[in-house]
């Protein structure tokens, strides 16, 4: 096992990594931007380390300073998390040939689905079967709109290296397909440095089903079932669970074998995630593969009861998988809702500012991978993914319970969350249906907005307000015994902030 | 204490009266209650109306009182004598963090039904659409395309319909 890993990332992946390497009795350090000297991650890891300036170029982009302070440290590997430099092909060369152990799969893999177009050959030539689309390079508008019409309205664009949502348009009609293109192409770019689009057809009313694998350097290679991550908004994820109401032990076999063929194609290794969606005749087809650990792993670590990130660094390590795939049975049911700084009753805006106001849920069943804490200060320099809210039940219906109730016991003020929305997803009659498609919140929350506030709401500001005032009246009411004073009692007069 | 807070919409005068047994008075608008249990304990407040207990989690500042039950969350301005008449609703045109205005979408003097998309901000390297918050008609845009702006700034000059 490793010696010293270094974790190139941040935010609640970071801090969820950096536990799985302590657990194993790897030391962990940490890198950090300059607006993250305060971070979670930084004061977990056993030493961390300043990359630069917020701007990810400058810092969790930085690759030449990473790799340096890697060196410097003494690190043997190195763990990128999700997002960033995990999917550079071109790193992972580099961490290997600055002779460090690069957690996460071969780089020919790594490129070989980086671009979603070859990625869609790998998968026609591991017999799955690939969503009716067009791919061409460097196809004309004429080219483009004749193509959309064969395949038929409405269609996708997205960005061949795409991947979050970013580059990705839905055209309902021939007269908006090109200002599409060219949206999807100017983010692309942007974002990752590469304009080519290509179309896909859009399925009606889908579920996007995927597959968690794992495979070893010595050939073996299991599939840990789905996950059902249908509840999106604006194509990103919201609420993700296991096992989806739409898969049969019958469906996950199938995908699950054409998910493992997909991996063995592109001689993976590690952790890896394979998209497909399902549409309403049962159909599945091959979407894309995620070449690193998911935001939404851990339903997967709770109904199968195993430690991804442990299966990393041990297949990394060289050891082989001990897991069977005739021993891998689902237990139970496990949901994630995404935690994110943004406000619902105004389009979901992302939002900044300090958590003054923290409580964090607690009970069987519930687990919270978060970088939050009362003071830290969110700002706009990175997604507003605060961290992510699981739990476990018995049965889907349990697990529903378990999570409003999470939900309900998470408090956070300072920075708007969408917490209120989530509660309003999770709790409502189609979702416990399990009638979860990618147009289920479109549908049923074509906007949102608080509901009035209540007689105890109201009351609760009133009181609110009065017992910020530190007068002698106050000085008889209950109060927790020997508590530090609160924002409310060091608090004077409307003039103080 | 008496306060003037925006709830649902309205501007009402909000008192509470704590008293060391842990029972207050406390009045909204016309509306009074009698509290008991109060309880506080570090950002939350426990009491107990009609029989039910609740528990919240609330922070004051100078200018809004904040409370949440986790499942909701509810955020009231404070009114200040003179500014009642501001417009509600009016704080979501306002950015709520740095960004860049990528795409004005109306003419100055378009119609637009609520829910009707005015503008695209991007912001954390998302493209966001800033809609309308009620019927109205947009007055102008105070900053052009390509413009950077800061929180606090106004992204849309809306007038709301009668």
């Known amino acids: 096992m490793f010696h010293r ?156 290296a795409g991947g979050g949502g970013k580059g990705m348009r839905t055209v309902e009609e021939p007269s908006k397909l090109i200002s599409a293109i060219e949206a999807a192409r100017r983010e692309s770019a942007g974002a990752f440095g590469d304009a080519t689009v290509y179309l896909e057809k859009l399925l009606i009313r889908p579920r996007h089903i995927e597959i968690q694998i794992l495979a070893d350097s010595h050939g073996g290679c299991v599939h840990l079932g789905e996950r059902e991550c249908s509840i999106q908004r604006r194509h990103q994820k919201v609420v993700e669970e296991t096992p989806s109401t739409a898969v049969s032990a019958k469906l996950r076999k199938a995908m699950g ?74 237990r139970g049911h496990s949901i994630e809702c995404r935690v994110c700084a943004e406000d619902p ?98 549908e049923r929350f074509p906007t949102w907005e608080q509901p009035p506030a209540d007689a105890a709401v109201q009351v609760a500001a009133a009181l609110g307000l009065a017992l910020r005032q530190p007068v002698a009246a106050m000085a008889g009411v209950a109060t927790g015994s020997g508590e530090l004073p609160t924002p409310w009692q060091t608090l004077g007069g409307w003039s103080n902030v | 204490m008496r306060d003037k807070l925006r709830i649902n919409g309205e501007a009402v005068d909000v008192t509470a009266s704590v008293a060391a047994d842990g029972t207050a008075q406390v009045k909204v608008g016309a509306e009074e209650y009698a509290v008991s249990g109060v309880r506080r304990e570090g950002g939350s407040v426990s009491f107990s109306l009609d029989g039910a207990s609740y ?49 004005l979408l109306l003419e100055p003097g378009a119609e637009v039904a609520k829910g009707e998309p005015l503008l695209i901000l991007e912001a954390m390297k998302m493209e966001h659409e800033v809609c309308a918050p009620s019927d109205g008609t947009v007055s102008g845009y105070p900053h052009a395309e390509g413009e950077r702006v800061m929180p606090g700034d106004l992204l849309v000059e809306f007038e709301a319909a009668e």
């Not at chain 1, 790897?26 to 931007?33: H, I, K, L, R």
């Not at chain 1, 390079?137 to 960005?159: N, R, T």
């Open chain 1, 345 to 442: 009753a105004a389009g979901f805006l992302p939002q900044v500012g300090t958590v003054e106001v923290y409580s964090e849920p607690v009970g069987p069943g519930v687990r919270l991978d978060t970088m939050l804490y009362e003071g830290w200060q969110v700002g706009a320099d990175y997604d507003p993914l605060l961290g992510k809210l699981i739990v476990w039940g018995a049965d889907r219906k349990a697990a529903i319970g378990r999570m409003a109730q999470a939900i309900s016991d998470y408090r956070v003020l300072g920075v708007t969350t969408n917490l209120p929305f989530l509660y309003d997803v999770v709790t409502h009659k189609a979702f416990a249906k399990g009638d979860t498609t990618t147009a289920f919140i479109g």
């Open chain 2, 55 to 103: 528990r919240f989690h609330l922070r004051a500042t100078a200018d809004m009182v904040e409370v949440t039950d986790g499942r909701g969350y509810h955020r009231f301005a404070r009114v200040i004598e003179g500014t009642e008449d501001e417009e509600a609703g009016a704080d979501q045109l306002t950015s709520q963090m740095p960004g860049t205005i990528l795409k």
């Open chain 1, 5 to 160: 890993i270094l974790i190139a990332n941040r935010g609640e992946i970071a801090c969820r990594v950096i536990r799985g390497c302590r657990e194993l009795g790897c030391e962990t350090v940490a890198v950090y931007s300059e607006p993250d000297e305060q971070a979670l991650h930084v004061r977990l890891a056993d030493r961390a380390r300043l990359l630069g300036a917020a701007a990810p170029a400058e810092s969790y982009l930085s690759q030449e300073r990473i790799l340096s302070v890697a060196r410097e440290e003494g690190c043997d590997a190195l763990h990128p998390g999700y997002g960033f430099l995990a999917e550079n092909a071109g790193f992972a060369e580099a961490v290997a040939d600055a002779g460090l152990t690069w957690i996460g799969p071969p780089p020919a893999a790594i490129r070989g689905m980086g671009l979603k177009i070859e990625a869609r050959e790998t998968a026609r030539a591991a017999g799955a079967p690939v969503v009716p689309g067009f791919e061409a390079a460097d196809a004309s508008d004429e080219e483009f709109l004749k193509a959309a019409e064969q395949i038929g309205y409405p269609v996708m664009v997205k960005a061949s």
């Open chain 1, 257 to 330: 074998a054409d998910a493992v063929a997909i991996a063995k194609q592109v001689g993976y290794v590690g952790a890896g995630t394979v998209e497909f969606m399902l549409d309403e005749a049962g159909e599945y087809y091959f979407l894309e593969m995620n070449t690193r650990l998911q935001v939404e792993h851990p339903v997967t670590e709770f109904v199968y009861g195993v430690d991804l990130v442990h299966w990393q660094l041990k297949v990394a390590a060289g050891e082989k998988l001990t897991l069977k795939q005739s021993q891998l049975t689902p």
